[in-house]
């Protein structure tokens, strides 16, 4: 069972290039004493698939989503719809119940052109790097005088990736986007934030 005030849905590009962005989604959620979640949790396959995917949002107390991947991809030359999809299922729910919704983007304006629906909230800008998640994580998350320094934040980062690069290498993988490897990055980075006197509730 999720607590809902600590869970924190996940709605981000599934690519290599933003695979140290994610990782360093992770470690700043984790050392917040946040417990993220995200469609890797949700089986592929069998049916209902959407209906979970709603599921799991609801349960969550906030959603983070990253808008940055706006042009085609893959070979059909595409864009990729499932994010601001699910962005839309996390507005309804917030509509309904105690819900946050934060919206991120690399580059600034952009959100005004690909999602114009969307004027009037704000972006949190990250710029591509893990510097510019670990702002936006403290800007959303962060309460005044109790979240950990930005250099204990890129700290705990670098140590979650030589974990997550451990786990890639032993299953012969290239990225951390499979549920396996979601799951045991979640744990190292609650582990690594508790050794480090991170987590604030038992």
Same mark, same amino acid.
Do not use: W
């Given at each position: 069972?999720?607590?809902?005030?600590?869970?924190?849905?996940?709605?981000?590009?599934?690519?290599?290039?933003?695979?140290?962005?994610? !990782?360093?989604? !992770?470690?700043?959620?984790?050392?917040?004493? +946040?417990?993220? @979640?995200?469609?890797? &949790? %949700?089986?592929?396959?069998?049916?209902?698939?959407?209906?979970? !995917?709603? &599921?799991?949002?609801?349960?969550?107390? +906030?959603?983070? @989503? #990253?808008?940055?991947?706006?042009?085609?991809?893959?070979?059909?030359?595409?864009?990729?719809?499932?994010?601001?999809?699910?962005?839309?299922?996390?507005?309804?729910?917030?509509?309904?119940?105690? @819900?946050?919704?934060?919206?991120?983007?690399?580059?600034?304006?952009?959100?005004?052109?690909?999602?114009? #629906?969307?004027?009037?909230?704000?972006?949190?800008? @990250?710029?591509?790097?893990?510097?510019?998640?670990?702002?936006? !994580?403290?800007?959303?998350?962060?309460?005044?005088?109790? &979240?950990?320094?930005?250099?204990?934040?890129?700290?705990?980062?670098?140590?979650?990736?030589?974990? %997550?690069?451990?786990?890639?290498? &032993?299953?012969?993988?290239?990225?951390?986007?499979?549920?396996?490897?979601?799951?045991?990055?979640?744990?190292?980075?609650?582990?690594?934030?508790?050794?480090?006197?991170?987590?604030?509730?038992?």
């Amino acid at each position: 069972m999720l607590l809902a005030d600590r869970a924190v849905f996940l709605n981000v590009p599934f690519d290599l290039k933003y695979r140290p962005l994610f !990782i360093a989604l !992770i470690a700043g959620l984790a050392a917040l004493g +946040s417990e993220p @979640h995200c469609v890797l &949790e %949700v089986p592929s396959a069998g049916r209902n698939r959407l209906d979970r !995917i709603f &599921e799991l949002i609801e349960s969550c107390g +906030s959603s983070i @989503h #990253d808008l940055s991947r706006v042009g085609l991809s893959g070979k059909f030359r595409v864009p990729r719809f499932n994010m601001p999809f699910e962005l839309g299922l996390a507005y309804s729910i917030s509509r309904k119940q105690n @819900h946050s919704v934060f919206v991120l983007e690399q580059a600034s304006h952009r959100l005004q052109v690909s999602l114009s #629906d969307l004027n009037g909230l704000d972006p949190h800008i @990250h710029d591509g790097t893990q510097d510019g998640i670990y702002r936006c !994580i403290l800007d959303c998350f962060g309460t005044s005088g109790r &979240e950990p320094t930005f250099t204990t934040l890129k700290s705990l980062g670098r140590r979650l990736g030589q974990a %997550v690069a451990k786990l890639e290498h &032993e299953q012969a993988l290239r990225d951390p986007f499979h549920p396996y490897v979601f799951r045991q990055a979640v744990r190292v980075a609650a582990e690594i934030a508790q050794a480090e006197g991170l987590l604030r509730f038992s």
